[in-house]
């Protein structure tokens, strides 16, 4: 069946540091990939999409590239904030599992200023 | 603009009481409707999914069901809570896409903070 691995945090940063969140995934066909953010307190808020090879999908200075040889959706961002501390989930959803996303578990991210 | 609604927001329900948790969506017709539990520092896991009123796909075997009573609700259940059901509930809709591919995005609400004590 379908499953998406993203690197276990909680991943810590100072503030502009590089963040990079790695994300591969196992599923049939041609799945869509995405990124979706989760604040404290909050439910999800989608991040950002690619839905085919090479894609790049990308918002709030956030970026992830389908890369479909390597099965993976890294996210990354060049300057962290202390605002983009959150629980980011890497997602995936394939025609032939129907109406489902599949998420990975889950990455914590602190920035400290 | 579509919006969705979850309540309660917080809930601190007794071991063996029942549930009922409401999700609604306004802005948009015939959604597909997830429900979705995040366990404390876990990831998330599909519970149900609704494809239309009174269709309900059941993903995990629990003591838990869900029901569409009408196109923009979606009612999360149970008879008995168990410790376990402790949770974060999520409620998410999506526009059905119209050609094969898996595209559409999934729009999630606030969430239930459910405690069972």
């Known amino acids: 069946g379908d499953s998406v691995t993203q690197m276990e945090g909680p991943v810590t940063l100072s503030e502009e540091a590089f963040l990079t969140i790695n994300c591969t995934y196992t599923a049939t066909g041609y799945p869509s990939l995405f990124w979706y953010v989760q604040y404290p307190g909050e439910g999800l808020q989608l991040l950002l999409k690619a839905t085919k090879a090479d894609d790049k999908g990308s918002n709030k200075g956030f970026e992830a590239t389908y890369r479909k040889e390597t099965t993976s959706f890294h996210l990354e961002k060049g300057s962290v904030q202390v605002s983009d501390s959150a629980v980011y989930f890497c997602?995936?959803?394939?025609?032939?599992?129907?109406?489902?996303?599949?998420f990975g578990g889950g990455t914590r991210v602190l920035v400290k200023p | 603009s579509q919006t969705i609604h979850q309540w309660p927001a917080t809930l601190v329900q007794p071991v063996g009481s029942p549930l009922s948790l409401e999700c609604t969506v306004e802005g948009t017709s015939n959604p597909n409707l997830y429900w979705y539990r995040q366990a404390a520092g876990r990831g998330l896991q599909l519970l149900f999914y609704?494809?239309?009123?009174?269709?309900i796909s059941s993903e995990v075997p629990q003591n838990l069901s869900a029901s569409r009573p009408q196109d923009r609700q979606f009612i999360l259940s149970s008879k008995k809570l168990l410790l376990s059901d402790s949770g974060f509930y999520l409620c998410?809709?999506?526009?059905?896409?119209?050609?094969?591919?898996?595209?559409?995005?999934?729009?999630f609400g606030p969430g239930t903070r459910l405690t069972v004590l």
């Open positions: 998410a809709w999506s526009v059905p896409s119209g050609g094969a591919r898996g595209t559409d995005t999934q729009y």
């Open positions: 997602a995936l959803r394939s025609w032939a599992a129907g109406n489902k996303l599949t």
């Open positions: 609704s494809v239309g009123i009174g269709q």
